[in-house]
Each structure stands twice: as C-alpha cells, then as structure tokens.
C-alpha cells in the first residue's frame, strides 16, 4: 500500500518533538508498504534543509521537506504564513505523487488543503487525522476573533471531514466530539504513543547533572506557554519556596513564547528552584523524566483542551512516572480509572505545590504508582499497538471501507 502524509511538524527521536509519524510510518514501512511525508522544518524536530524543496530518507520513510521554517515563538501573522505556504507547495505532491490513501493530519487545518486536492482532483481516499481541534480551539482561545474567518474556518472544518474515508483522533474525547457535531462521520481514536521500549528501559541520572537530584524534582516537557499554563508552574515554585520547601524543584524542558519572560522573572525574584533546560534531544531527555518525582502535564482551563492527547503524558507513564494534569477530560478519567496520577485545579499553584511536597513525602506510594503506570503504557500506548491501529484503519479505507 502506498501511503501519502501530510505533516507539518515531522521528527525523530533524535529531534526534541514528537515521533509519533516517524514511529508510525516506520513500523508500516518494515511490514512493506510504502510511505511518503510531506513535512516542513519544524525549529524543535532534527530536520534540516539547504534547498527550498528536498527529499530524504529517514530508515526507508521518504520524506520530502519544504524548507519552511515553524516556530512557536513566530508572530500569529508569521505562522499563519508559514501554513498557507506549506499548505500550497504540498498541493504539487498531492496532484503527482501516487498514493492508495492520503492522511492529512492537522492542526493546523489549513494541512487540509492538499487533501482536498488528492482527494477531489486526483480522486484520491483521504483519511483526516485529528491532533487538535482546529478551528475550535483557536476560536475559544481568542486566537481567531473575526466573525467572517471564524465562519470560514468552521467551513473549512466540516468540509476536510465530509470529504474523508475515515477520521483519525488522538483522544477519545475528540472522537466523541466530531462524531456529536459532525454526524455521520466515522471516527477512530488512535492516541499519540510512546516508544515504550525506549522510555522503559533503565537509565542513569546525568554524571554531570549538578542542578538537580533525583527523585527531588517535578519534570515539564513541551511548550512554554499560556496554551500550557505555565505561570502555573512558576508560581508553584514561588508557593514552594514560601512554604520552605526550595530543596523541591520544578523542572521545564523546552522552548516556547513565555520562556524568556519566566526565565527573568524567576531571576528577579530569585525563584532558583525554577529550572529551565532548554531544549533537547529525546533521547537524551529520557532519563530526566525516569528519575523524575513526577511529571507535570499543564494545560489552561478551557473546554476544548480536555479533548488534548499530549505527548508527554504517554512518555512519561511509559517510563514509570506518576502524572499531574489539570484537564476536566478523558485524561482526567484515564488516571481516576487506572490510579497512576493526580487531577489538580488549572487556578490554583498553590494545590499544585503542596501536592509535591506530599509526593516527595510518600515515596513508595509513588513508588507504586509508577510501576502500575508502566504497565498501563505497555497495554495501551506502545507505539506497535497504535501503529497497527492506525494501519488497519488505512488498510480498510484503501480496500473500500470506511
């Protein structure tokens, strides 16, 4: 089967942001089938490009980069551009490259645009992959304020769904989404993944490490940014350096909009039990998360971000690591239902800093939980399990179901 993919953000492990198509499409390529990206440079992933259009090959996936720069920390204007560009150059691909199926996976939804053209001039079967809800989420964040883009984007929306085979969601709260307002469109939840293998396997705290200790830290990975509540975390650690509890740090791993502000903020007011790592590579990441307390998975109160399938959350259970979170969603319920993490108000650092104090004060309780989240991971989030998933969805809509 030869299979078409529209990704902005692709990456490997050796890149510091998620792998889940690199995982994925390596695993369909050993069983046989041919797989094709359509990628941009993303500044967090490990791609690199010297011409404006080049193709290579990351174990057997050919991937052909658009060398248009993605940042976080661009201007809106500046990344709506970068999107409307990529989204017209991979229209070239979608009209002349060959394929069974074609998965355009968004957000953002403008990665709709090259799926609409494979799938209504070329007649090519498209399946929608869903990472977020786009424009839903723009729209309650107040990133999308026009009456007359809103309505577009909503257009926009409806139209990318009516036009695929099949929809893909990473949560199971966005597959109950789409299929309530949506109706009629059928929808699998296939939920980001972990290299369980990888993020299991034991490794040893940093020899050079000096800032931390370990077990004597809550870990953050991702964006810094208001999407990611992380003035949350800066205020917890002020409540903890308040409460006397400076030997607990909070650390962040990454890059983002708010990274500078809260770096001199903490500087300011000498808040030294904020620690920020910058970015970095997963697989040197690894053993930051498993010698972790705990791992802190932030996002701001607001509806449409229950339905979030962030990566850090399957990469942290998968290496044994309790989780905090503060979504009112199916994440809230996976961790009740499996006893492997806490569910703390989005408002409120101060519940997140005596939290942690309570963490670091029952060890083996962590202990515990930790070795349960192991398991849950290996049973639902192991990257072969969810490509394989995926793979049969494909398989079936190349094959005429839906």
């Not at 989030?381 to 793979?391: C, G, V």
Request: hydrophobic share 40%; with cysteine.
């Amino acid at each position: 089967m030869r299979i078409l993919y529209f990704y902005q953000f692709f990456s490997t492990p050796k890149g510091s942001w998620g792998t889940r198509v690199y995982e994925f499409a390596k695993e369909w390529v050993e069983k046989g089938h041919e797989v094709t990206v359509v990628t941009s440079v993303f500044v967090k992933s490990d791609l690199k490009a010297e011409k404006l259009i080049e193709t290579q090959y990351f174990d057997d996936i050919k991937v052909k980069v658009i060398n248009i720069t993605m940042d976080n920390r661009q201007s809106i204007l500046k990344r709506i551009w970068t999107f409307m560009a990529y989204a017209f150059l991979s229209c070239w691909y979608a009209l002349t490259l060959k394929a069974d199926v074609v998965v355009a996976s968004s957000g953002p939804i403008t990665v709709g645009l090259p799926g609409l053209v494979a799938r209504y001039l070329r007649g090519r079967k498209l399946v929608f992959e869903v990472r977020d809800l786009w424009p839903e989420g723009a729209i309650e964040l107040g990133v999308i304020k026009n009456p007359i883009i809103k309505s577009l984007s909503l257009w926009f929306e409806k139209t990318c769904y009516r036009a695929s085979e099949h929809v893909i969601c990473l949560s199971p709260g966005m597959k109950t989404h789409i299929e309530t307002k949506h109706i009629g469109v059928k929808a699998t939840s296939v939920t980001n993944a972990a290299n369980v293998e990888l993020f299991s396997t034991s490794q040893p705290f940093p020899k050079d490490e000096k800032a931390l200790q370990p077990k004597k830290y809550a870990i953050y990975t991702g964006n810094i940014g208001e999407v990611n509540n992380s003035y949350w975390l800066y205020n917890a650690a002020v409540k903890l350096k308040k409460l006397g509890r400076n030997d607990i740090k909070i650390v962040l791993v990454g890059e983002g909009q708010q990274r500078i502000e809260l770096q001199e903020l903490a500087k300011q007011n000498g808040i030294d039990n904020f620690i920020h790592k910058g970015l970095m590579p997963k697989e040197d990441l690894i053993p930051y998360i498993q010698h972790a307390m705990v791992s802190m998975v932030p996002l701001k109160g607001t509806p449409v971000l229950d339905t979030s399938s962030p990566n850090k959350l399957f990469e942290s259970i998968a290496a044994g690591i309790p989780v905090i979170q503060n979504t009112q969603g199916w994440i809230k319920d996976f961790l009740e239902e499996h006893k492997i993490g806490y569910t703390l108000n989005p408002n409120d650092p101060l519940q997140l800093a005596e939290k942690l104090i309570w963490v670091d004060e029952n060890p083996e309780e962590m202990k515990s939980m930790g070795e349960v989240a192991a398991e849950v991971a290996k049973k639902n989030f192991d990257k072969t399990y969810l490509a394989d998933k995926m793979l049969n969805c494909l398989e079936s809509v190349a094959n005429g179901k839906k």
